[in-house]
């Protein structure tokens, strides 16, 4: 999945550092592409050189390399960037680089999670005032007001609802193409495995009981933390398809099972540790 970058290690642990010449400046531009040189197939972000300290937000660290956010709104990237950088969407990112640069993929996933932490939260949802950033942990505080805020993480479940040797798939109406199992966010006062139970009824009009945990999965993307559970339907487990939210919502066999082109997601490996047999 997209956070095994073993034998790398991430350390998110927050620290007041200033990025220094040779630590990696990761840039976004206002659409949230990033901006990065391709070399040999791999990603190379741009670097520490000549930049105001004020201008790079500390993110993490991977085993003894540290990585930076440029803060956009204290001035123009161009000058940080040079003439053969490209932009990518975080899809084309996991799309052209997974398999390739993996570690460099989830750093570029992670670090967009906490760039649209930053640009969505310039101001006080409290008094309107500009934010500043913390110095002690990773928050923004208002020095008007004293509103304190730390950065957002959606829970949402991936769920795999088995009926003997079939699994119930699915395929959103828009957006991505492939094979895909129920999900959904958590509500307010909703439970994780209430979660599971209302999004698979709602979505296909199937009950389930029997709910496990499986594995859980940051997904930077959509700054969500998704947590894997399988579960069995209950009763006959005829669909009722929401055409909103899906077109194709199916019962498949084990062997039948297309997997997604890379194994980037948790939902892929849940549909792989099904067709395998290894529940």
């Known amino acids: 999945m997209i956070q095994d970058i073993a034998p790398s290690k991430m350390d998110n642990s927050f620290k007041n550092y200033n990025i220094r010449e040779e630590d990696s400046l990761i840039i976004f531009n206002k659409d949230g592409n990033v901006l990065v040189h391709e070399k040999s197939g791999k990603i ?6 000549n930049i105001k300290k004020e201008d790079a937000i500390y ?28 932009s990518y969407t975080i899809r084309e990112v996991r799309d052209k680089f997974s398999g390739v640069d993996d570690v460099n993929v ?11 932490w930053y640009s969505d939260n310039r101001f006080c949802g409290k008094c309107g005032k500009s934010f500043s950033r913390g110095d002690k942990e990773r928050s923004l ?36 193409a492939h094979n895909a199992l129920v999900a959904g966010f958590t509500e307010v006062g909703e439970t994780l495995e209430e979660t599971v139970a209302r999004e698979v009824m ?29 579960c069995d339907a209950d009763g006959d487990g005829e669909i009722h ?4 939210e899906l ?33």
């Open 106 to 116: 989830f750093i570029t996933f992670t670090a967009y999670h906490l760039w649209k």
């Open 241 to 244: 398809m929401d055409e909103n």
């Open 141 to 176: 505080i208002c020095p008007d007001c004293g509103n304190v805020i730390y950065p957002r993480i959606n829970p949402a479940v991936i769920v795999g609802v088995t009926k003997g040797d079939s699994i119930l798939l699915t395929r959103y109406r828009r957006g991505y």
């Open 202 to 230: 709602e979505e296909t009009g199937v009950k389930v009981k029997n709910i496990r945990y499986y594995k859980s999965q940051p997904w930077g993307m959509a700054q969500d933390m998704l947590v894997g559970f399988y």
């Open 44 to 49: 190379l972000f741009a670097n520490g050189t």
């Open 59 to 86: 993110l993490f660290s991977v085993d003894d390399k540290c990585y930076f956010l440029f803060d956009a709104e204290n001035g123009e990237y161009e000058k940080y960037i040079e003439e053969d950088f490209a």
């Open 247 to 279: 077109k194709y919502a199916e019962w498949v066999k084990r062997e039948d099972i297309e997997l997604q082109p890379n194994n980037l997601s948790l939902t892929n490996e849940m549909m792989r540790v099904f067709k395998e047999g290894k529940m």
